[in-house]
C-alpha cells in the first residue's frame, strides 16, 4: 500500500487566484505526488477548481461534511454532494471543529453518514495536552471509541483512516512536534485501541497518520520506525515546494 499525505489548507488561501497558483505549484510536481496516496483538502469554496486541477495526480478531499444525509439544512454541504464533485475523503473531528463544540456523537455521525456515501473518514483524534500522568491515553482511548461508534466492524472499519493530531503540536514549527519515539508509542496504543474496537483484521487494515507541524526537516524522522502510514500536513501543504519536499521525505 501506498503511505498517504494528505494537505489541509484549512481555512487558506484567502483568494481564488492563490488558490489557482497553488493547485498550478502543485500540478508540476505531479510526478512525486503520484508515488503516494496525495489527498488535497482546500477550503470548501475551492473543491470545484481543485476538482478540475489535481485529478491526475492526487485525490480530492474536504474538511468537514454535515452529519446528515436527508434533511434540508440552509450552508450544509452533504456527503452525497461531495462525492458528486469528485471527492474521495473527508476530514472529520478535526480539533478545530471539536473546539467550536463538535462532540464524539457529532464526529461519529459525520462518520457514518461519509461511509454511506462511499467517502472515506479521515477520522481526527488528539489530547489537548500531553500531562505527564499520562491522562491523555484514557482520553485518547474514550475519543477513537465515541467518535467511531456505530462503524461497522466487517464492512466499513478497515475503510476509515485515523489521524492522531495531538493539539498542543499543532500549528508551531519542526522542532516543536511531536518525537519520534512518542510517536512510535502513541501509535502502538491507538492500534491496541482499535484492535479491541474492531478486531485484528480490520484494525491492521486502517492507516494511521501523524499530524502536527509536519515540516520538511522532520518529515523523514517521523516517518522511520514509527509505524505511521503517513502525514496531514497543515501549513506547510500551502506551499507547492513544502508539501514536495515532504513527499520526497516519505518516499526515502
Ligand atoms: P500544522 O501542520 O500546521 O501543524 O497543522 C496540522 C493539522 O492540523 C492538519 O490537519
Redesign the pocket.
Known sequence: MKLIL?G?W?NYPESPEEAINLLSALARRAKIFKKLSTFI?PPAVYLGSAAKKIKSFAYLGSQDVFFSGDSTVTGAVTADMLRNLGAKAV?IG???RRRLGETNQVVSEKVKTALKSGLIPIV?VGEEVHDSEGNYFELLNEQIRSSLEGVRRKDDAHKIIV?Y?PVW????RAKE?MQPTELSQMVIYIKKVLTEVFGRDSAGRMPILY?????PSNAKDLVTSTGIKG???????LEAKSFGEIAQALLK
Open positions: 494528505a489541509n484549512k483538502i476530514i478535526h480539533s478545530e481526527c489521524a493530531e503540536a499543532i500549528g508551531r512536534a499530524g502536527g507541524s509536519v515540516e502525514f496531514l500536513v497543515g501549513h506547510a501543504s
